[in-house]
């Protein structure tokens, strides 16, 4: 039987097989990132919080940080028998949850957002669906038996945002 976990700020989850559920609640300017290898049913989220680990002290959670986060989750599913080749990604968050006028500087979520899809390119993992930006917060969730990714927007209905275990008959991945 599958568990369900909730992602905190900072935190990694990795599950592998069907009927696992991982969910962050309250992404506001935060980014959730869901990575799922179709073949072996290992599903990762990361809630990261900021985009740059440099000014951090050292012994952070490194899902807190962007540029940390995603090496981290890839070691992560590898050791449960994920392949990197595999991995595909969904974001969602970096919401701006307050104005500060002209400045985009101040705006955690954008930067937040635009850091994580360059960890993802680095990393050569292709992100598959986005939901990002906008001043609402949102919920996600990650079902493993299929890659199913969920989204809720703070007052708004639950819709489907991806489902990343279609994509390994359509991208010519030998199963």
């Given at each position: 039987?599958?568990?369900?976990?909730?992602?905190?700020?900072?935190?990694?989850?990795?599950?592998?097989?069907?009927?696992?559920?991982?969910?962050?609640?309250?992404?506001?300017?935060?980014?959730?990132?869901?990575?799922?290898?179709?073949?072996?049913?290992?599903?990762?989220?990361?809630?990261?919080?900021?985009?740059?680990?440099?000014?951090?002290?050292?012994g952070e959670l490194?899902?807190?940080?962007?540029?940390?986060?995603?090496p981290a989750i890839v070691q992560r599913?590898?050791?449960?028998?994920?392949?990197?080749?595999?991995?595909?990604?969904?974001?969602?968050?970096?919401?701006?949850?307050?104005?500060?006028?002209?400045?985009?500087?101040?705006?955690?979520?954008?930067?937040?957002?635009?850091?994580?899809?360059?960890?993802?390119?680095?990393?050569?993992?292709?992100?598959?669906?986005?939901?990002?930006?906008?001043?609402?917060?949102?919920?996600?969730?990650?079902?493993?038996?299929?890659?199913?990714?969920?989204?809720?927007?703070?007052?708004?209905?639950?819709?489907?945002?991806?489902?990343?275990?279609?994509?390994?008959?359509?991208?010519?991945?030998?199963?």
């Amino acid at each position: 039987m599958g568990v369900n976990l909730t992602v905190g700020m900072g935190e990694i989850q990795v599950v592998r097989g069907a009927g696992n559920v991982l969910t962050a609640l309250g992404l506001g300017s935060c980014v959730g990132v869901c990575l799922y290898d179709p073949l072996t049913r290992v599903a990762g989220m990361v809630h990261v919080v900021l985009p740059k680990s440099q000014a951090s002290k050292t012994g952070e959670l490194p899902g807190k940080f962007a540029d940390t986060a995603i090496p981290a989750i890839v070691q992560r599913m590898v050791e449960q028998g994920a392949n990197v080749s595999r991995l595909k990604a969904a974001i969602a968050g970096g919401a701006q949850l307050f104005q500060f006028g002209v400045s985009s500087s101040l705006d955690v979520g954008a930067r937040n957002a635009e850091a994580v899809i360059i960890a993802l390119r680095e990393a050569g993992i292709p992100l598959q669906a986005k939901d990002v930006g906008g001043s609402a917060g949102r919920t996600l969730r990650l079902i493993s038996d299929n890659g199913l990714i969920v989204v809720r927007t703070i007052g708004g209905a639950e819709r489907e945002l991806a489902v990343l275990g279609n994509i390994l008959a359509s991208s010519g991945v030998a199963a």
